[in-house]
């Protein structure tokens, strides 16, 4: 057989292959140089990773003129400066590329023998491949708690892939940070915070000159709605500041006694305000002395009650729910490496399993703080908040009508998930497995079309949380690549960074680059109305956001009005007379004498609008009562009851009337007492 006379290559061909080799061992994406759209840098660090999605950012809104787009309502870009700095290994960004940014901790070489949050929080010894870049053997992972997982270009593919918002959670955790072994810096907490924000306007910067200067980048740091829909219709990412720390401002709780003020609390909120933050958590794993948290479970559940009694000298204390709603079960699993840091003769109690509820709940300085934040036009994340806090935050958002509330990874009772909609408020679900995503999302799918409002995720990545496994190659509807976004514009290859590859498939979750990937999963699950409803989210949020920004105080059309009761408890050294509850006075009160069909009677004075009205009972509460209005004071007729009164802050809405007076009514108490209310609020709006 004669052979076929070979062909010399030509030397630009041979660079061209030479260059090729160079990309998938470097990784540049080959593909990314023959684009020049706005979308592509005009430099990139080297060596850096590919992002493996080609075709044009979707910009704009759809024809009803609303964004379109993902949210993520709880990421940690930089926790890797949290917790003394050695907690998270890696980091998000270095001008001096992957290699750099993508480094283990140092003690963490040469087998990961000394990875102890590792072990502590995954079981087994901690052992890994220490080496990020270019092999990336065993992280980032969906099981590995103690490795980078938002490496920016991840974020960037994360975008690329549909999102258009992103909410930044400044985090850290003193004591974590304390007794920890390994460590580089402070632990003092707002110390951390501050660091945090200032990392990420500066990964702002990295991407701006990337793209040629300021404000040219995708990675936009919002601090309003209006600014952050501006972004969205520019086809960018809006980037929201949050924070989730256990003792803001310094408000610790040592022994039940507060370590903070509400000067502390106003000067806290200011400094937060300022450097861009608008949505927070109040606690977070331990108690402190605004609230008591929802618990832990397992063994992470375990250590982090060792934190909390190292923190504040007690352990959490449980105690049977009132209501439908409880705290997460805590469980008995051990932590033998936390539980070390115990002095000796200290153990953690044991809790009973009928006893799911924090005794702890939202103190007086933690509703001041909510007050603070609503006054700022912050959102409140009531996620890790006990039932008794996040029911009392409830409460004061309804007698406001303050529609800022966000549950943003699935922390919240169940229970609860129409109160947060009918406010205006946002919910978002952890980032489970696609099956029970969308078990989940199914559950909640009549109320969202009811509210006409879209879903979001809470990736938690470098929350220490851990993510979806692998549904396995041989499951009979993968992941199959490529695929199509969901606005159709930008195909998804798999991700390849230096030279591993990931799979949804076979990896799981790995890092922030594979959310499309996990979001396509679940689609192939759930089906395209899950991945609609998501792609509204980034309007949803944002809604919510706007609606805080422009929310109004009302104005208490009772304070100061004249009142009158059916009766009134007689003190020798204390006055429980009607004009008690409209005296804008939180502590003094009406009572009533012991018996039912007791009332209380206020005259507004003139004929005035009325839609909503606000009941702060004392332990005499009101279990079966009637609110009646009346425009003479004789012919009266009834416009909300209920008989289920749990006590607490009350607030009645119902369609606008005209009266000058309002009468509650009250048909059955609540204890063996009479009625008794700290205050009552009339409203117009």
């Known amino acids: 057989m004669t052979r076929p006379p070979q062909r010399r290559?030509?030397?630009?061909?041979?660079?061209?292959?030479?260059?090729?080799?160079?990309?998938?061992?470097?990784?540049?994406?080959?593909?990314?140089?023959?684009?020049?759209?706005?979308?592509?840098?005009?430099?990139?660090?080297?060596?850096?990773?590919?992002?493996?999605?080609?075709?044009e950012p979707f910009k704009g809104t759809d024809a009803q003129?609303?964004?379109?787009?993902?949210?993520?309502?709880?990421?940690?870009?930089?926790?890797?400066?949290?917790?003394?700095?050695?907690?998270?290994?890696?980091?998000?960004?270095?001008?001096?590329?992957?290699?750099?940014?993508?480094?283990?901790?140092?003690?963490?070489?040469p087998d990961g023998s000394l990875a102890i949050f590792d072990f502590i929080t995954k079981g087994g010894d901690g052992k890994h491949d220490p080496n990020g870049w270019p092999t990336f053997k065993d992280w980032p992972a969906h099981d590995s708690l103690t490795h980078q997982?938002?490496?920016?270009?991840?974020?960037?593919?994360?975008?690329?892939?549909?999102?258009?918002?992103?909410?930044?959670?400044?985090?850290?955790?003193?004591?974590?940070?304390?007794?920890?072994?390994f460590k580089d810096r402070?632990?003092?907490?707002?110390?951390?915070?501050?660091?945090?924000?200032?990392?990420?306007?500066?990964?702002?910067?990295?991407?701006?000159?990337?793209?040629?200067?300021?404000?040219?980048?995708?990675?936009?740091?919002?601090?309003?709605?209006?600014?952050?829909?501006?972004?969205?219709?520019?086809?960018?990412?809006?980037?929201?500041?949050?924070?989730?720390?256990?003792?803001?401002?310094?408000?610790?709780?040592?022994?039940?006694?507060?370590?903070?003020?509400?000067?502390?609390?106003?000067?806290?909120?200011?400094?937060?305000?300022?450097?861009?933050?608008?949505?927070?958590?109040?606690?977070?794993?331990?108690?402190?002395?605004?609230?008591?948290?929802?618990?832990?479970?397992?063994?992470?559940?375990?250590?982090?009650?060792?934190?909390?009694?190292?923190?504040?000298?007690?352990?959490?204390?449980?105690?049977?729910?009132?209501?439908?709603?409880?705290?997460?079960?805590?469980?008995?699993?051990?932590?033998?490496?936390?539980?070390?840091?115990?002095?000796?003769?200290?153990?953690?109690?044991?809790?009973?399993?009928?006893?799911?509820?924090?005794?702890?709940?939202?103190?007086?300085?933690?509703?001041?703080?909510?007050?603070?934040?609503?006054?700022?036009?912050?959102?409140?994340?009531?996620?890790?908040?006990?039932?008794?806090?996040?029911?009392?935050?409830?409460?004061?958002?309804?007698?406001?009508?303050?529609?800022?509330?966000?549950?943003?990874?699935?922390?919240?009772?169940?229970?609860?998930?129409?109160?947060?909609?009918?406010?205006?408020?946002?919910?978002a679900q952890y980032m489970n497995g696609s099956e029970g995503f969308v078990a989940e999302a199914r559950r909640t799918k009549d109320l969202r079309d009811k509210y006409g409002v879209g879903y979001g995720y809470g990736t938690d990545m470098n929350g220490v949380g851990g993510w979806p496994g692998p549904r396995g190659a041989d499951t009979s509807n993968p992941v199959r690549y490529p695929f199509r976004s969901v606005d159709g514009g930008s195909v998804i290859e798999k991700q390849t960074t230096g030279e591993r590859t990931w799979d949804i498939n076979t990896d799981g979750a790995s890092h922030y680059g594979l959310v499309p990937d996990w979001l396509e999963d679940i689609r192939q699950i759930g089906g395209q109305d899950v991945l609609d409803d998501l792609f509204k989210g980034a309007e949803s949020y944002l809604r919510t956001w706007g609606a805080s920004e422009s929310h109004k105080a009302g104005v208490n059309l009772a304070a100061g009005s004249s009142a009158s009761?059916?009766?009134?408890?007689?003190?020798?050294?204390?006055?429980?007379?009607?004009?008690?509850?409209?005296?804008?006075?939180?502590?003094?009160?009406?009572a009533s004498d012991w018996s039912d069909g007791q009332w209380l009677r206020i005259d507004l004075g003139t004929p005035s609008l009325i839609k909503r009205v606000t009941l702060e009972w004392e332990r005499a509460y009101g279990k079966a009562y009637r609110i009646e209005v009346s425009g003479d004071g004789s012919d009266w007729r009834s416009v909300w009851s209920t008989a289920t009164g749990d006590g607490g802050l009350d607030t009645a809405q119902f369609a606008g009337t005209t009266a000058r007076y309002v009468r509650i009514l009250g048909q059955e108490r609540g204890t063996k007492w009479g009625y008794s209310l700290h205050e009552v609020g009339i409203y117009s709006a």
């Open 9 to 55: 290559r030509s030397p630009l061909a041979i660079l061209s292959l030479l260059l090729t080799v160079m990309a998938m061992v470097f990784g540049t994406a080959p593909a990314s140089s023959a684009q020049s759209g706005w979308w592509d840098p005009t430099a990139r660090p080297a060596p850096d990773s590919q992002i493996n999605v080609t075709g």
């Open 65 to 109: 003129g609303r964004v379109r787009g993902f949210v993520d309502a709880h990421d940690h870009l930089m926790s890797n400066e949290a917790f003394g700095g050695r907690l998270i290994c890696g980091k998000t960004f270095s001008t001096q590329g992957v290699a750099d940014a993508l480094k283990d901790c140092p003690e963490h070489y």
């Open 149 to 181: 997982q938002n490496y920016y270009a991840w974020v960037e593919r994360a975008w690329r892939g549909g999102q258009r918002v992103l909410v930044n959670d400044l985090v850290t955790n003193g004591v974590i940070c304390s007794v920890y072994f």
């Open 186 to 427: 402070s632990c003092d907490e707002m110390t951390s915070i501050r660091l945090q924000a200032q990392k990420t306007y500066e990964m702002q910067s990295f991407i701006d000159t990337m793209y040629g200067g300021p404000g040219k980048g995708w990675f936009r740091i919002v601090t309003d709605s209006a600014q952050a829909r501006e972004v969205i219709e520019q086809g960018k990412l809006a980037v929201v500041l949050g924070v989730e720390t256990s003792e803001p401002f310094g408000c610790k709780m040592i022994l039940d006694i507060a370590q903070c003020s509400k000067q502390d609390v106003d000067r806290g909120l200011d400094e937060l305000y300022s450097l861009g933050v608008r949505s927070m958590f109040l606690c977070h794993k331990f108690d402190n002395a605004l609230c008591g948290v929802r618990f832990d479970s397992g063994t992470l559940g375990t250590a982090i009650n060792v934190g909390q009694f190292l923190s504040t000298g007690t352990f959490w204390k449980t105690e049977k729910c009132t209501g439908a709603q409880h705290d997460n079960p805590i469980g008995l699993a051990s932590a033998a490496g936390a539980e070390k840091q115990l002095p000796a003769g200290v153990k953690v109690p044991s809790y009973a399993a009928d006893a799911q509820c924090n005794t702890r709940g939202l103190t007086d300085l933690g509703e001041y703080a909510v007050r603070g934040m609503m006054q700022r036009k912050m959102m409140l994340e009531i996620d890790h908040m006990s039932v008794k806090a996040a029911g009392r935050v409830l409460d004061i958002a309804e007698s406001g009508s303050y529609p800022g509330v966000i549950s943003s990874h699935g922390w919240m009772d169940a229970g609860w998930t129409e109160r947060v909609y009918r406010l205006g408020g946002f919910i």
């Open 565 to 590: 009761a059916s009766s009134s408890e007689w003190n020798l050294f204390t006055s429980y007379a009607p004009d008690r509850a409209v005296d804008g006075q939180a502590r003094t009160r009406w």
